[in-house]
């Protein structure tokens, strides 16, 4: 069956740390990938995607996410995090030519002052 | 703002009370979803409407029904609430015009919903 996996579940860091969170899948297929950050109190709302190109892709606030197709991977980077980072980061995949999405079980940041 | 917003954002039943959830967008997209999300866990795609077509997961419980009367309203009733479907109740759409194009999902702020 189709996953993701996102084998951080907790993370706890200091401002201006660097930041790296990882994302696996396993599907053979061409996919799209997605970051998606939920802050407190808030919905979901989007980070980044990944379609096709550049396997370095750049979203906001800084963030950014490499593709690495042999690896089934998508891993989420950010060189210096902020305390405004706080908050959940969930990873997802949809298979190219479906409409489903497949989350992963998301990554707590905290980031300390 | 175009936004997808969702009705109520508590809800509070009995159990085996029936109970609906509401979902409007002002987007205009044609696909819509309903997600379940518990606590520590991935969302969970429950179905998704393309237009008016219909597609359930496989592992839905039959206790979870949908509705799609227009391009703007979802509704998600769950027929008979049992302890276990106490979660938070997410919508999402998008603009699906080709199935392989990234089309981002856009997403409600979601309804708690507690089963006594």
């Known amino acids: 069956a189709q996953s993701v996996s996102q084998h951080n579940h907790h993370v706890i860091l200091s401002e201006a740390a660097s930041l790296e969170l990882g994302c696996n899948y396993s599907?053979?297929?061409?996919?799209?990938l997605f970051w998606y950050v939920q802050y407190p109190g808030q919905h979901l709302q989007l980070l980044l995607k990944?379609?096709?190109?550049?396997?370095l892709v750049k979203g906001i606030k800084g963030f950014e996410a490499e593709f690495i197709k042999s690896k089934f991977s998508f891993n989420l980077r950010k060189p210096s995090v902020q305390w405004s980072d706080t908050a959940e980061y969930f990873c997802?995949?949809?298979?190219?030519?479906?409409?489903?999405?497949?989350f992963g079980t998301g990554t707590r940041l905290k980031v300390l002052a | 703002d175009a936004m997808v917003i969702q009705n109520p954002r508590y809800q509070v039943t009995q159990f085996g009370k029936p109970v609906t959830l509401s979902c409007s967008q002002t987007?205009?997209?044609?696909?819509m979803y309903w997600y379940q999300q518990k606590s520590s866990q991935a969302p969970k795609l429950l179905f998704h409407?393309?237009?008016?077509?219909?597609?359930n997961e496989a592992d839905t419980p039959d206790n979870f029904q949908s509705r799609r009367p227009n391009t703007s309203f979802c509704f998600l009733d769950i027929r008979s609430p049992g302890l276990g479907d106490a979660a938070m109740y997410l919508c999402?759409?998008?603009?699906?015009?080709?199935?392989?194009?990234?089309?981002?999902?856009?997403f409600g702020p979601g309804t708690r919903l507690t089963v006594l």
């Open positions: 990944y379609f096709s190109g550049d396997p």
């Open positions: 997802a995949v949809k298979p190219s030519g479906t409409y489903k999405y497949i």
């Open positions: 999402a759409t998008s603009n699906a015009l080709l199935a392989g194009g990234a089309d981002e999902q856009f």
């Open positions: 409407y393309y237009d008016k077509d219909f597609n």
């Open positions: 599907y053979g297929g061409t996919v799209n």
């Open positions: 987007l205009n997209h044609n696909v």
